[in-house]
């Protein structure tokens, strides 16, 4: 699974290129040689240079028939890869424009991830019940800020409330967001079955945006917030607390005390131990991007020393996540791979975090049917995990 999946940071670079022919925009490069040489880097300076991928790759998602392509790439992409369920995330508001509202938007991401759907699930093997299904839903994603330049939407928007404060007009613009997508959920049915807020956390708190996420809250939306990210433990404590996040986006500066600035917490330390006990308790999930931390914070090292080994000694329920499979040039079976290694994740642990990450889903579906297809899911690991220890076993001399 991939619970925490960007589709504008996970274009295939060959359709990217097609597109920008066919549109006449603008690329470093029209190679895909030359464009992992120049923009989707193995290692990136820092979180600015990273972010510059998105400059390429919104731009060629300005159109129905754009958004439908990528979407169906995308999805069989994790289905060659042996992903059977995704919840793929975007942000609207970056390719509406005058052409193309949000239904349109919506609509067009969720047809080309049903015909992938489809096309898998049709299959024998499926449908004799030999491999899982695969499922997917949409994360809408709300920006914590933003400013001219960005989309046409938000140009016309910020136009059309240029006489309000920066901070209302952000989070005016996620509420008309998040009402939108409870509406589009209801009336259209679209799977859409999360909200989530992105964007730089320093100088944008999460409690700006407290209005969406009620409203999302009082309509049964599940929720997950991008939190600790590039910001310290306040800023998960404000996503939990304020915005009723069930699920946390990357987390990685949960332990960092250091990063405290509340003047308030006497305690830096015990703050963030009952902080990540508060997480426990209550089973608010991780989403853990390990590459992506690596690239944006070069700082890190390497990937032993990431937060995610605290996590793990901390019992937190965690999943491992791409974040973004071009830019960062990975996939789920890299990241597992990675983690296996830097972790030294095996037996009962690695499962749990692989089934954790359809537990805590946002299934679009009953919670009757989810459980069936968990069970299915498991059925499928156990039987893998038979086979291949059995293939492990010496072989008796005759």
Do not use: W
Not at 63 to 78: G, K, T, W
Not at 278 to 293: M, Q
């Amino acid at each position: 699974s991939d619970l925490h999946v960007h589709l504008d940071g996970s274009v295939r670079v060959k359709t990217l290129i097609d597109i920008a022919k066919k549109d006449k925009l603008k690329l470093p490069s029209y190679s895909e040689e030359g464009l992992n040489k120049l923009l989707f880097k193995d290692h990136y300076a820092n979180l600015v240079e990273y972010l510059q991928c998105f400059g390429a790759t919104i731009p060629a998602m300005q159109s129905p028939e754009n958004l439908e392509r990528i979407a169906y790439e995308f999805a069989m992409d994790n289905i060659n890869e042996g992903v059977c369920y995704v919840e793929v995330r975007f942000a609207p508001q970056f390719h509406m424009n005058k052409k193309m509202d949000f239904e349109r938007v919506l609509t067009s991401v969720s047809k080309g991830m049903q015909r992938a759907q489809r096309e898998y699930n049709n299959r024998t093997e499926v449908k004799s019940g030999e491999l899982p299904k695969f499922f997917f839903g949409i994360i809408v994603c709300a920006m914590r800020a933003f400013g001219k330049g960005l989309s046409e939407y938000f140009d016309m928007f910020l136009d059309a409330h240029r006489y309000s404060d920066d901070k209302m007009v952000h989070a005016l613009a996620s509420y008309e967001l998040v009402k939108a997508s409870v509406q589009a959920r209801d009336t259209l049915d679209l799977p859409i079955v999360g909200f989530d807020l992105a964007g730089a956390e320093a100088g944008n708190p999460a409690e700006d945006h407290k209005l969406a996420y009620h409203f999302a809250h009082k309509n049964f939306m599940h929720l997950t917030v991008h939190a600790g990210e590039a910001y310290g433990p306040e800023s998960i404590f404000q996503a939990i607390t304020d915005l009723y996040a069930d699920r946390i986006g990357h987390g990685y500066y949960l332990f960092a005390h250091d990063k405290i600035s509340d003047p308030e917490i006497d305690d830096p330390k015990d703050y963030v131990g009952r902080l990540a006990q508060y997480i426990a308790d209550r089973r608010v999930t991780i989403e853990v991007c390990l590459t992506s931390n690596l690239q944006t914070n070069p700082t890190i090292g390497s990937l032993k020393k990431h937060q995610f080994g605290k996590m793990l000694g901390a019992k937190l329920s965690t999943t491992i996540c791409t974040d973004n499979r071009t830019v960062s040039k990975t996939s789920v079976t890299q990241e597992i791979h990675r983690a296996i290694n830097a972790f030294n994740l095996k037996g009962e642990v690695l499962k749990d975090i692989l089934v954790y990450g359809f537990k805590r889903s946002f299934f679009p579906g009953t919670y009757a049917e989810k459980r069936t297809y968990v069970r299915s899911v498991i059925n499928r690991y156990e039987l893998l995990e038979k086979r291949f220890s059995e293939n492990d076993k010496p072989k008796k001399k005759k």
